[in-house]
């Protein structure tokens, strides 16, 4: 497995989170404990200050701090650009890359999530993708959240990479609800023709976890 994994996908709320906590919870079951997984921007925080995708991953880590996975949270549940400017903020770039690679060179494994999908406005002039380009060494993995709709946001998004140089080396079909299930099949062989060789594929339904670790 690579030292450093960057784990996007086709919107919000398609399951990079999810997967991202079963990986690290297998890497770290094995004993490999130089593993982390990052959600180096977060964006929504409730009343106690706690945001779910941080919460999620320090439990599967065993870990307590926010401070240890994460750099930049913002109250707003919004792309960075806008939550940091609903605070008179913008994020730093050149922090966010220096702190990203910093926390992969202290682990064997680093999984850094992103934040939405591939096109998500990190500030107002760098992409989600600039983010990406900006950490050349990392492999990236593609969750897609399967429902209608989903397969156009795959093309799209496969396209992207591809012209990034940077096709995924696994691409994982998730449901999220229980009634997308039924998408999971139908979406993978749409897209499976355009995938690049060598890209591995995972099918997830509502519930199922990932025991991978290579
Ligand atoms: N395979 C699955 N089985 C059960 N629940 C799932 C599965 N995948 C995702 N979920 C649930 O669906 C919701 C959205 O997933 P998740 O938070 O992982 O998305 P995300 O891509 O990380 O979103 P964000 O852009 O906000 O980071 C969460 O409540 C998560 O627990
Ligand atoms: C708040 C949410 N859960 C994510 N953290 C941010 C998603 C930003 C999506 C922006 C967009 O694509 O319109
Ligand atoms: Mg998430």
Redesign the pocket.
């Known amino acids: 497995m690579a030292s450093k994994v960057f784990v996007t996908?086709t919107?919000?709320?398609?399951?990079?989170?999810?997967?991202t906590a079963s990986v690290i919870r297998s890497l770290l079951k094995e004993g490999r404990s130089s593993a982390k997984a990052l959600k180096a921007i977060a964006c929504?925080l409730d009343k106690a200050g706690k945001n779910?995708?941080i919460e999620?991953l320090l439990s599967a880590q065993n870990l307590d701090d926010a401070d240890q996975i994460s750099l930049f949270r913002y109250a707003l549940p919004a792309a960075p650009s806008q939550a940091a400017a609903a605070e008179g903020q913008a994020v730093d770039t050149d922090k966010l890359v220096k702190w990203c690679e910093a926390q992969s060179d202290d682990v064997e494994t680093c999984l850094i999530?992103g934040?939405?999908g591939l096109m998500v406005p990190i500030t107002d002039s760098w992409l989600l993708s600039d983010w990406i380009e900006a950490m050349p060494d990392a492999e990236v993995w593609l969750?897609v959240?399967c429902k209608l709709g989903a397969i156009n946001q795959t093309l799209l998004t496969l396209e992207k990479l591809k012209q990034m140089g940077r096709s995924p080396t696994r691409i994982f079909f998730?449901?999220?609800?229980p009634e997308q299930n039924d998408w999971v099949a139908p979406t993978r062989k749409a897209v499976e023709p355009f995938l690049n060789q060598g890209c591995t594929i995972d099918c997830?339904?509502?519930?199922?976890?990932t025991g991978l670790t290579a």
């Open positions: 996908a919107d919000t709320d398609a399951g990079k989170t999810w997967v929504g779910e995708d999620t999530e934040v939405g969750v959240g998730n449901a999220t609800k997830l339904k509502y519930g199922e976890t």
